[in-house]
């Protein structure tokens, strides 16, 4: 069966006992304790027994961190192994529960107030103040900045059970409200399922077959990739718009005066598909012009096989749809324009 992992880093000599202890409590509740000291960590002979650490991190569940009065020691660059393994276990999105021993915070209080002259002064419970900023690097992380001051083992251990089971809580709360979504979902399904042979069943018996297509054509667009891109910089076509217009471009231009913008080579814009200031990058305009291509194709296909002229679609279509007087005389003009044809 698996187990959760626990990495437990820390600095060693000052919190050997508390490490020892971490190691049975994890141990107790079932979970898997990894420390250094417990032979659970790889030591590939190729690397420092640091490095290992920090390889091993990769691997852990859940990530607790012990900050006592030592710095322990350190990669080049000063960075402590205790820190590097943090920052590991934050950068793969590990969760972390941060402690640090009472006196230490006590001295990061002071730290805090005497910033300035922080390399100056002597604190009882660090020995050296970049403890402090691994401290403070905690505490300003936006997300997962819990750092609980303890002064016994016993702090650690009922923290870490009661942190624990309301982590398990919270998984059952969002499974159980993941399963309402998708039971939701599902019923929804199956009500748009059964309203849509509802309304095909009513358009068979009553419906003519202007109607049928037109229903046919609007379900064809709510797939259509290119009626999703017009819809987006703001133009919302109707079946006869698409029929109209033989390119998207030239829907765009004559439904709403709008032109489709594409940054060819524009690096900004190179891994953009569809930008928020309108732009639309070369590879997407190209495949959804070829969606538009295929949607006004099989529009015009499904008028001839039903033997009814595009002239008199528009016309149904000018009756059915509710349109500004605007609208409606640009529509009569198209009409009357394919009627001299």
């Not at 419906?207 to 049928?212: A, E, H, T, V």
């Not at 594409?262 to 190209?286: C, F, K, T």
Request: net charge negative; charged share 20%; proline share 4%.
């Amino acid at each position: 069966m698996a187990v959760p992992t626990v990495f437990v880093s820390s600095t060693f000599y000052d919190l050997r006992y508390v490490r020892e202890g971490m190691a049975r409590f994890i141990d107790l509740i079932g979970f898997n304790p990894v420390l250094s000291e417990e032979g659970t960590v790889f030591y590939d002979p190729s690397t420092t027994a640091a490095d290992a650490c920090l390889a091993e991190v990769m691997n852990a569940d859940l990530f607790v961190l012990l900050i006592g009065g030592r710095y322990g020691s350190t990669f080049p660059g000063g960075r402590s192994v205790t820190n590097s393994e943090y920052q590991a276990a934050v950068k793969n999105g590990i969760p972390v529960f941060a402690m640090v021993e009472q006196g230490t915070y006590n001295d990061y209080g002071l730290y805090r107030a005497n910033r300035s002259l922080a390399h100056h002064l002597t604190f009882p419970n660090a020995d050296d103040p970049r403890i402090f900023e691994f401290i403070a690097s905690v505490q300003e992380r936006s997300v997962n900045n819990a750092l609980v001051p303890f002064k016994s083992y016993a702090d650690l251990e009922n923290y870490l059970r009661l942190q624990w089971a309301g982590m398990f809580h919270n998984l059952l709360r969002r499974r159980a409200d993941a399963a309402q979504v998708v039971d939701s979902i599902a019923l929804l399904s199956q009500v748009n399922e059964r309203i849509e042979v509802i309304s095909q069943q009513i358009l068979k018996s009553v419906g003519s077959d202007l109607d049928r297509l037109y229903v046919a054509f609007l379900q064809r667009m709510l797939t259509s990739q290119a009626v999703t891109t017009l819809r987006y910089i703001g133009v919302n076509p109707s079946p006869g718009d698409i029929l109209r217009n033989a390119t998207m471009q030239d829907c765009a231009l004559r439904h709403a005066r709008q032109f489709i913008m594409v940054a060819e080579d524009d690096e900004d814009y190179q891994d953009l598909s569809l930008s928020s200031d309108g732009y639309i990058a070369q590879p997407r305009y190209e495949r959804t012009e070829q969606d538009y291509a295929g949607l006004h194709k099989f529009m015009l296909d499904e008028l001839a096989s039903h033997n009814i002229s595009q002239e008199k679609f528009l016309e149904y279509e000018l009756e059915i749809l509710p349109e500004e007087p605007a609208a409606q005389t640009d529509r009569l003009n198209v009409i009357e324009g394919q009627r001299g044809r």
